[in-house]
């Protein structure tokens, strides 16, 4: 038997190259090797404001989206994360083996307490205690995550060592997996890419809006003319070719960047082209299959009745072990 892998995605038809690089192609790569669970998470959604008229179609959408991104749902379970109200119950008991001051530590937290100032609450504060009983619900040994959430997946691993030594060895201590992409930054090529702070190329994004936006992203700053020499190992656009473009391609702006034998236009349209032959074969498959709306019900239905086994069954060792049966 494989051992379980899971990993979730917030509930958004706007999944960025971020997202893309940073956690889709890594969940992708591990779908022979894992028993693979993947959840929409919705309840980790409503811990920023939202609008909840859209939250289905949300739904929807990044289902469409990643499975058009090549996470096969024969070969992986797809679900919505509140159809398993287990996720909950465990979370609430997880908590009371949790530190106030390691959530207070948290990251996370405090970037999203200042971005979401006006509406700091206990879910935003409690999201590392979800997100640990998401994982161990289903007693997952692997959890692919970019590297800016390995900190909620080591204080994930602590939450299962305190729960194990108070109630008996029960939950495997998960490992974080990180990609290749550990960290994508923006096109302002300073915060990480995120819808929040305005600076992504969309997964399905226009071919042209992709171009237009990526001729506006910030480049080596010392490179003001196209007569400057610049640097490519501080330059965004440069860490975004190694995802996207040949070899020859690279070491060709490597080298021409570095005599300013290319200008930053030039170095960006190679980039564009092949990020837009790269996702354009992804646009045309999530364009056909977000109308399919039975389909990824279907899809999401089928994920649901799987993971509600397999969380009906720990929770009912959880609730033995903590003396409730
Ligand atoms: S030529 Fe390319 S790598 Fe060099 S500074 Fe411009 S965008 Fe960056």
């Known amino acids: 038997m494989k051992d379980k892998l899971f990993s979730g995605i917030q509930p958004s038809g706007d999944i960025h190259l971020g997202n893309y690089l940073g956690a889709l192609k890594n969940w992708i790569a591990l779908l022979d090797e894992y028993d693979a669970i993947f ?9 920023v404001p939202y609008e909840a008229h859209e939250l289905q179609q949300r739904i929807l959408d990044a289902t469409a989206i990643v499975i058009a991104a090549g996470l096969d749902p ?30 207070e530590r948290m990251t996370q937290f405090k970037q999203k307490s200042q971005q979401f100032y006006q509406t700091v609450n206990m879910g935003l504060f409690a999201y590392p205690v979800l997100q640990a009983a998401d994982i161990i619900l289903y007693k997952a040994k692997a959890v692919p995550v970019g590297e800016d959430q390995a900190q909620h997946i080591e204080l994930c691993r602590e939450i299962v060592r305190k729960f194990n030594k108070t109630y008996g060895e029960t939950f495997p201590e998960p490992q974080a997996i990180l990609g290749e992409a550990k960290r994508i930054l923006g096109l302002d090529g300073q915060a990480k890419m995120s819808k929040t702070m305005d600076n992504t190329i969309g997964l399905a994004e226009d071919p042209k809006s992709i171009q237009k936006k990526l001729n506006k992203a910030v480049t080596d700053p010392a490179r003001v003319r196209k007569t400057d020499p610049g640097n490519p190992n501080i330059c ?28 930053c ?8 082209k092949n990020i837009i032959a790269e996702i354009l ?19 999401l239905a089928a994920g649901s009745k799987r993971c509600q086994e397999i969380a009906a069954t720990t929770m009912e060792e959880v609730r033995e072990k903590l003396g409730m049966r």
């Open 265 to 272: 236009l030039e170095c960006k349209k190679i980039l564009g």
């Open 74 to 103: 024969e070969r992986s379970t797809l679900f919505v994360q509140s159809t398993v109200p287990e996720h909950t119950e465990l979370c609430w008991i997880l908590g009371t083996v949790t530190r106030i001051s390691d959530l």
């Open 39 to 47: 959840s929409i998470v919705d309840y980790h959604a409503i811990t």
């Open 236 to 263: 965004n656009i440069f860490t975004l070719q190694h995802f996207f473009s040949t070899p020859s391609e690279i070491e060709y702006v490597d080298r021409e960047c570095r005599v300013a034998g290319i200008g």
């Open 281 to 299: 074969p992804i646009q045309e498959k999530y364009e056909n299959l977000k109308y399919q709306k039975k389909y990824l019900q279907d899809i």
